[in-house]
């Protein structure tokens, strides 16, 4: 039985063309579980898109977000170039790139290839202030859910939630806890499922409930030894992957914040994913059956 502890914390898409592992909407896998317990259900692959140091970016996909088996269905060569920011996953389809100076750009993946917007251009644009989280410091301090709400840590130590508004082409955020100065690593997990780690590696789970502006896990304790992973991304549904600083390999980690059961992190590739920088699309997986509270 896994020890629980609770702390309170005041708290790219890229210019690409991809083709796309899976024509129309893929099939649902789900894991077993109890009558008091949700069910996690995952689109067939978790869908990763990497940026090398050169700024090409390479399209994979990991067959088994639930059970963590080492199969993937991986594209063939790059599909994109160029990549210079941050690069961040959302839900359906959507990809963004945070440049240096604050330029957001908003791509849109469908089933027959990269989307135009309405003005007939494959990027929509927002100017923003995050300009920072491009730099090696900051960049695992912000973080998309899978509904496309952004969270971040700004200098001030404060976390923010915000969200892109697609008439005035700007980022709308608000701070919605005081005090994150002791994380430096974030990723979303869900609808406001935020994972945060202490520099001691001390890894926490919290979630936010956007349409009440209330927190409904004010910090749950999750696992210790995080401080060994450079970077870490999600499909949803509190599965995580997470690359070795020391060996490079992506493990991958599948939390269950409804039970006190535990699921050993298990290494998903052996490869070197050191200096790749990584997204998830962020609605791959999710729970069912109760709403994503502990």
């Not at 259900?41 to 399209?59: I, K, Q, S, W």
């Not at 749950?220 to 450079?230: I, K, P, Q």
Request: aromatic share 12%; proline share 3%.
């Amino acid at each position: 039985m896994r020890e629980r502890r609770s702390s309170r914390m005041s708290v790219l898409a890229v210019g690409i063309l991809a083709m796309s592992l899976l024509a129309g909407l893929p099939a649902l896998a789900a894991s077993p579980a109890t009558e008091e317990e949700p069910i996690l259900e995952c689109h067939t692959f978790a869908r990763f898109y990497t940026a090398d140091p050169n700024g090409d970016v390479y399209h994979s996909a990991h067959s088994d977000p639930i059970g963590g088996a080492t199969r993937w269905n991986v594209a063939v060569g790059a599909i994109g170039n160029s990549v210079d920011g941050r690069m961040l996953a959302g839900p359906a389809g959507l990809l963004y790139e945070i440049k240096s100076d604050g330029l957001l750009q908003m791509y849109r993946r469908g089933d027959s290839g990269w989307e135009q917007w309405e003005d007939g251009g494959f990027s929509r644009d927002f100017q923003t202030t995050l300009g920072g989280y491009t730099s090696t410091a900051w960049r695992n301090r912000i973080t998309v859910d899978s509904t496309g709400d952004f969270y971040f840590i700004r200098g001030n130590n404060q976390l923010y939630r915000a969200t892109l508004d697609d008439e005035t082409r700007e980022l709308r955020q608000q701070s919605i806890d005081a005090d994150w100065s002791r994380f430096d690593l974030i990723t979303a997990a869900g609808p406001g499922v935020l994972y945060a780690r202490e520099s001691d590696g001390t890894l926490y789970r919290y979630q936010y409930d956007a349409a009440t502006e209330q927190w409904t896990d004010q910090g749950t304790w999750m696992a210790d030894g995080w401080e060994r992973f450079a970077q870490a991304a999600s499909p949803g549904g509190d599965v995580l992957y997470a690359v070795d600083t020391e060996s490079g390999q992506l493990h991958w980690q599948r939390f269950l914040p409804y039970s006190d059961d535990t699921i050993e992190s298990r290494i998903v590739s052996r490869s070197t994913w050191t200096e790749r920088s990584i997204a998830i699309t962020s609605d791959s997986c999710a729970w069912t059956g109760t709403s994503a509270t502990t």
